[in-house]
C-alpha cells in the first residue's frame, strides 16, 4: 500500500514568526524525525504551504486574522530549515484545505503540521471525504494548534469522522 505523509503549513510564520507559538517550536523536532522516517523508507513526502498575496489583508480571510502572514515569496512563508526532503512536492494552497486531493493517488495518508484547529483538520477530512476507503491519520504529538484546547477539540473532530488519531502515551 502507498503512504504518503503530508506535512501541513510547517512555515516559519506558524513555527516562530508571526502566528507562532511554543507549541509550535516544540513539535519540530519530532516533525523532523518522522520526516525523516518516511524519507529513509522512500515513501511520498507532500508538503503543503500557506500561500497569501501582499494584498491578504483585503481578502476574506485577512479581514477575519488581521495578521500578515505566508506571504508568496517572504521568510515566513518559507518552510523551516531543515525540514524539506529532496524529491518532496510542494503545494502552494491559497486557504485551509486543499481541494484538489482528488488529483493525488492515496492509498494510506498520514498528515502533521500546523495549525491542528485549521489546516490540519481541514485537509484530513478533505482526504477522507474525497479517499472513503482509505486509511487517514494524524500523529498529535506532531501537531500544534492555535491554542492547546483547539487542538485537543480538532483531534476529537477528527477521531469522531474516523481519522486515526495517534496520542502520546
Given amino acids: 500500500m502507498k503512504k504518503t505523509l503530508i506535512v ?7 513555527i516562530d514568526m508571526a ?14 524525525e518522522k520526516i525523516r522516517e518516511y524519507a529513509e523508507r522512500g515513501d511520498e513526502i507532500i508538503f503543503t504551504r500557506d500561500t497569501h498575496s501582499k494584498a491578504y489583508l483585503q481578502t476574506s480571510e485577512g479581514k477575519k486574522l488581521p495578521v500578515e502572514h505566508c506571504i508568496k515569496g517572504t521568510k515566513g ?7 524539506y526532503v529532496e524529491d518532496s512536492k510542494i503545494i502552494d494552497k491559497p486557504n485551509f484545505g486543499w481541494p484538489h486531493w482528488k488529483d493525488e493517488t492515496l492509498e494510506e495518508v498520514e498528515l502533521i503540521g ?10 484530513a477530512l478533505i482526504i477522507k471525504a474525497t479517499f472513503p476507503d482509505a486509511v487517514v491519520k ?21 477521531e469522531m469522522c474516523q481519522v486515526e488519531v495517534t496520542r502520546e502515551v
Fill in 8 to 14: 501541513v503549513d510547517m512555515q516559519n510564520d506558524f
Fill in 19 to 32: 502566528l507562532g507559538t511554543k507549541e509550535a517550536v516544540a513539535i519540530v523536532p519530532k516533525v523532523k
Fill in 77 to 83: 512563508w518559507e518552510i523551516a530549515d531543515g525540514l
Fill in 114 to 123: 500546523l495549525c491542528t484547529d485549521i489546516c490540519v483538520v481541514s485537509n
Fill in 138 to 158: 494524524v500523529d498529535a504529538s506532531c501537531c500544534a494548534g492555535v491554542t492547546v484546547e483547539s487542538h485537543n477539540a480538532a483531534l476529537k473532530t477528527m
